[in-house]
């Protein structure tokens, strides 16, 4: 055999991704030479010439002519009877480059050969798709279920590359079949067992926030930024955003025309309702809009303990925890704060309030009038005023003004 024929092992080395011609004749020529090495135990003085397209290797080995009986290295040097064979004309000094053949190297060292191919070609597509998901962790991929087992879904990518999401990752109305189109984000790469293990996930805030940048140009170009996301996967997501123009309205953006841009997204996450917030740096208008759709009356800050109190009219108490307290755990999440509700009781006070004309038949219309001027309606109106302010405010004199006050906390002992 003249040549070192591989077409068989080429054949195989098609079916191959991410390998480019340059890097398979390096690899290829570092395995040659390391057999050469082991053989002859140096390759310097070796050429070794590719024909990929063809699937042929040539090898040349190049040694020093000299007279016969003077060989000191049969690797670097040989007998001028030994190379007139190949070349009549060849003469003592010369370089004579001869052709190494296939069965040169022996049975068992090309089949170790070829293992060896194989074995550093798989090396390297492993590598390179490792360094390629690598740089797409945070990347929505799109590919097909091939595989439903019960803890996890086999993913093949448009490569037919194998990636993985576990049971744990999935939104918990997910349900795939083997052949379903299926979109998720790229969570994480690592090796193991020397082969790349690619995880996906669902219900990882991030999936959300890369279906907004598709959905919403407007985030895809910086011009709206999503300050902080966070979901309970299938049940309720809050989103913060935050514009840089005044022209733009960041929560309209998001939610589209008639929902038109958020509506893909919900369906998408399987019914997940979206919360889409103004982010602020005022924290207690923070909470009051983390809390909605819930409408909040009044939040006392705790900032040394991270807690607010958050007072609500009764009808908007269970609003504001959600089903399942999902509402209420999430506005904590986005703010940061641990927040407790409390039902507010402004309206029962009111409840209990008396007008002050009621109080007719004790006090003279005018001294009412002259009350009513200073914008008090009601008797727990004018009690939430001093003294002193009373006397600045109107014109009625402080025995006056003493006496009213007593009339008033009396009908509220």
């Known amino acids: 055999m003249d040549k070192i024929n591989l077409s068989e092992s080429f054949s195989e080395f098609k079916e191959f991704k991410d390998i480019d011609r340059p890097t398979m004749m390096n690899i290829l020529e570092s395995v040659f030479r390391n057999m050469i090495i082991k053989k002859y135990g140096s390759d310097e003085n070796f050429d070794i010439i590719l024909n990929i397209d063809k699937g042929d290797l040539e090898v040349w080995r190049n040694r020093e002519i000299v007279e016969d009986g003077e060989v000191e290295d049969e690797n670097e040097q040989i007998a001028l009877?030994?190379?007139?064979?190949?070349?009549?004309?060849?003469?003592?000094?010369?370089?004579?480059s001869?052709?190494?053949?296939?069965?040169?190297?022996?049975?068992?060292?090309?089949?170790?050969?070829?293992?060896?191919?194989?074995s550093k070609v798989l090396e390297l597509e492993k590598d390179n798709l490792f360094k390629k998901y690598e740089d797409r962790v945070g990347d929505i991929i799109?590919?097909?279920?091939?595989?439903?087992?019960?803890?996890?879904?086999?993913?093949l990518d448009d490569e037919s590359n194998e990636l993985i999401l576990p049971k744990t990752e999935q939104i918990p109305n997910d349900y795939f079949k083997k052949g379903d189109t299926i979109r998720a984000v790229v969570k994480q790469v690592e090796m193991r067992n020397n082969k790349p293990l690619?995880?996906?996930?669902?219900?990882?805030?991030?999936?959300?926030?890369?279906?907004?940048?598709?959905?919403?140009?407007?985030?895809?170009?910086?011009?709206?930024t999503i300050k902080n996301i966070v979901r309970e996967p299938g049940e309720?997501?809050?989103?913060?955003?935050?514009?840089?123009?005044?022209?733009?309205?960041?929560?309209?953006?998001?939610?589209?025309?008639?929902?038109?841009?958020?509506?893909?997204?919900?369906?998408?996450?399987?019914n997940e309702n979206i919360d889409v917030i103004?982010?602020?740096?005022?924290?207690?208008?923070?909470?009051?809009?983390?809390?909605?759709?819930?409408k909040v009356s009044s939040v006392k800050l705790d900032d040394e303990n991270n807690k607010a109190e958050v007072y609500l009219s009764p009808d908007q108490v269970s609003l504001a925890i959600g089903r399942g307290g999902h509402n209420i755990k999430l506005a904590g999440k986005l703010t940061g704060y641990e927040i407790d509700v409390y039902r507010d009781n402004v309206e029962n006070e009111a409840d209990d309030d008396v007008l002050l004309d009621e109080f007719a038949d004790e006090i003279e219309s005018w001294i009412i009038d002259e009350l009513k001027k200073i914008g008090c309606d009601s008797a727990k109106n004018v009690l939430e005023l001093s003294e002193e302010d009373l006397l600045k405010r109107t014109d009625l004199e402080e025995e006056t003004i003493k006496e009213v006050l007593n009339i008033f906390k009396s009908e509220f002992e």
């Open 81 to 96: 009877s030994e190379a007139i064979k190949i070349e009549p004309d060849f003469e003592v000094g010369e370089e004579a």
């Open 98 to 118: 001869e052709e190494v053949k296939l069965n040169d190297f022996g049975r068992r060292a090309v089949l170790a050969l070829r293992q060896n191919l194989i």
């Open 142 to 155: 799109t590919g097909e279920v091939y595989q439903v087992w019960k803890r996890e879904l086999l993913i």
């Open 198 to 224: 690619i995880t996906l996930s669902r219900i990882s805030p991030v999936f959300l926030e890369r279906l907004f940048e598709m959905e919403v140009p407007e985030i895809f170009d910086g011009l709206i």
């Open 236 to 270: 309720r997501a809050k989103v913060a955003v935050e514009s840089y123009d005044d022209r733009i309205d960041p929560v309209g953006a998001c939610v589209g025309m008639k929902g038109s841009r958020i509506h893909g997204i919900v369906r998408e996450l399987k």
């Open 278 to 294: 103004n982010y602020t740096s005022n924290n207690q208008l923070y909470i009051t809009r983390a809390l909605s759709p819930a």
